[in-house]
T-cell receptor
Framework: DTAVSQTPKYLVTQMGNDKSIKCEQN?????MYWYKQDSKKFLKIMFS???????INETVPNRFSPKSPDKAHLNLHINSLELGDSAVYFC???????????????FGPGTRLTVL | AQKVTQAQTEISVVEKEDVTLDCVYE???????LFWYKQPPSGELVFLIR??????QNEISGRYSWNFQKSTSSFNFTITASQVVDSAVYFC?????????????FGKGTHLIIQP
């Protein structure tokens, strides 16, 4: 009964390819996120999405696009992969609290993407 | 702009020693949330604590304790009687009240090594 799951766990691909990473949460949360962790372990928000809006970090290249088929899923699609896209990608979810308070985010296990 | 600084890149102590991980944050918001996450060598991100800006009470959970001081914009984390299993990268993170969907702003992490 994993709370936030991601597939695949590892992804090795060639430059120029298009790939997707899937994320699912069974917590009933209303907001989902994608974070990128680089080789120095630095974590940075890429996207957040709930049923009201998609917020895109302005530094994220438009080759990256989140797709949400329903409230429990937020997939990450990446076009024309580059060497610099190699990183660990984490999906997360959270539930907005009462009176617009914010609760903790629960993270998936991560997907290690290697671009050759 | 939000910023989190974890000045200690790496800390190494011998088992059973107490250790404090520092976190200093910057925000212009009066309402915000602070978090600590643990990333063990296996790579997942584990939620440890959430604190909102109106709650300056220190918290203790077993061997873990947190000291939140608004006057110095710090949210430090202390592990008492450290154990080898505490070895991990620890991240401090900030979320401002209007930015739930904007995601967490993370510090660069402190790599804690507990030697047997």
């Amino acid at each position: 009964d994993t709370a936030v799951s991601q597939t695949p766990k590892y992804l090795v691909t060639q430059m120029g390819n298009d790939k997707s990473i899937k994320c699912e949460q069974n917590l009933g949360h209303d907001t989902m996120y994608w974070y990128k962790q680089d080789s120095k372990k630095f974590l940075k928000i890429m996207f957040s999405y709930n049923n009201k809006e998609l917020i895109i970090n302005e530094t994220v290249p438009n080759r990256f696009s989140p797709k949400s088929p329903d409230k429990a899923h937020l997939n990450l699609h990446i076009n024309s992969l580059e060497l610099g896209d190699s990183a660990v990608y984490f999906c997360a979810s959270s539930q907005e609290g009462v009176d617009y308070t914010y609760n903790e985010q629960f993270f998936g296990p991560g997907t290690r993407l290697t671009v050759l | 702009a939000q910023k989190v600084t974890q000045a200690q890149t790496e800390i190494s102590v011998v088992e059973k020693e107490d250790v404090t991980l520092d976190c200093v944050y910057e925000t212009r918001d009066t309402t915000y949330y602070l978090f600590w996450y643990k990333q063990p060598p296996s790579g997942e991100l584990v939620f440890l604590i959430r604190r909102n800006s109106f709650d300056e009470q220190n918290e203790i959970s077993g061997r873990y304790s947190w000291n939140f001081q608004k006057s110095t914009s710090s949210f430090n984390f202390t592990i008492t009687a450290s154990q080898v299993v505490d070895s991990a990268v620890y991240f401090c993170a900030l979320l401002y009240s209007g930015g739930g969907a904007d995601g967490l702003t993370f510090g660069k992490g402190t790599h804690l090594i507990i030697q047997p």
